[in-house]
């Protein structure tokens, strides 16, 4: 629950921000150094998304409810066959609208709502996350490149392993054979970034992520980098 107050917080904000980034204007709005290595104090967790075909009426009634605030369309879809809904194309007002609802609408225990922006900050992510196999790992250098593959987007990369199999890379893997097809909830520092589906087990520690937006990757980076402090001489006259 504190991490949805502190994700509106985060909304409101970002109100400024609502004409669009594009990432072809990233020399002027991203403030990261690219193909850098950077040291962070970052706790990133992967949480199951509840499947459509194993949710009871308990979180599928407050989940239609969450979309139908953007939605009203009969024939809107979910995500990956999970309690999962994205949509683009978002103003201000329908973000604030369906992170107050999701504040003020609590899950039964251990579900918990996810919410987050992505790509020009004006495409929703939210959903429902099973909290019971929860995977969490704590990451101490990452970096962000260009992937022209991807569109010339800003891919953050970070390894959980630190650069040396260690046992959290068989504890990872073992984490993903479990959920394998599922979609995965990804956070770091509560932040969610991404809910990509599990289509094979990861066997090594790095990890990619190619939908955060711009201001989040600021927002990570510059978080842990202390300001210069200026030494002041004084001279006894």
């Known amino acids: 629950m ?3 107050v502190t994700l509106l917080l985060v909304l409101f904000a970002f ?3 609502q004409a669009k980034i594009h990432f072809t204007d990233l020399p002027d709005t991203l403030q990261v150094d690219l193909d850098t290595k950077y040291a962070v104090h970052w706790s990133v967790t992967f949480t199951p998304v509840v499947s459509q075909g194993s949710a009871t009426m308990e979180l599928l009634e407050p989940m239609f409810n969450a979309v139908r605030l953007i939605n009203e369309s009969e024939n809107f879809q979910l995500a990956n066959g999970s309690l999962l809904y994205e949509q683009s194309n978002c103003t201000m007002e329908q973000i604030v609208k369906v992170g107050e609802y999701l504040h003020h609408t609590p899950l039964p225990s251990p579900y918990e709502w996810f919410l987050g922006l992505q790509k020009d900050d004006d495409t929703i992510v ?5 909290t019971t196999d929860t995977f969490l790992a704590n990451v101490a250098e990452a970096s962000v490149h260009i992937e022209p593959l991807y569109g010339n987007i800003p891919v953050v990369g970070f390894r ?13 893997k073992d984490f993903t054979q479990r959920n394998l097809f599922k979609a995965i909830a990804t956070e770091i520092n509560g932040d969610f970034i991404m809910a990509p589906t599990l289509n094979n087990v990861i066997e090594g520690g790095a990890i990619e992520a190619t939908s955060m937006s711009v201001p989040l990757i600021n927002k990570l980076f510059l978080r842990d980098i202390e300001p210069e402090i200026e030494e002041v001489v004084i001279i006894d006259e």
């Open 2 to 4: 504190k991490k949805l």
């Open 15 to 17: 109100a400024p921000l």
């Open 126 to 130: 939210f959903g429902i996350k099973d």
């Open 160 to 172: 959980l392993d630190n650069g040396e199999s260690t046992e959290i890379t068989k504890a990872f």
